[in-house]
């Protein structure tokens, strides 16, 4: 890449950062501040007690942090295994255990309304921990 590219990158890279900084999102991974406040109304948050609330924000940012990680991992396994077992990498190298585990697991959550579904690869309902028996 020759300077003038090189400097036009970057530039619409810092144009488009303060774009995003003036419409009121932060970074890729914040809330726009109205998604904020919106959920804050309709979950009448103002009526908890504010320390309880502070906590339990700590804590989903800890929460954010490990299940971001975890998919992460899950996705870069499902791209080895892709890649070296083929489409049938589930029903080749997973133990009928950990697969069982894995529909219960979605049928169950299926049943919680207000549960967010954990994506479309049934990896995504193993534990964690199974990743390493599977590979």
Partial sequence: ????KLYSFVMRGELTKVALNVSGVVSKHSS????VQDYIKSLSLDLLDDE???TAKEMATVYTAIAAFENMVRKFVVKILLEHKGENWWDECVSDKIKKFAEIRKKEEEKIKWHTQRGDSMINYIEFGDL????
């Fill in 52 to 54: 309880c609330v502070n």
């Fill in 1 to 4: 890449m020759d300077e003038d």
């Fill in 132 to 135: 390493v028996s599977i590979m």
């Fill in 32 to 35: 726009s501040e109205s998604l």
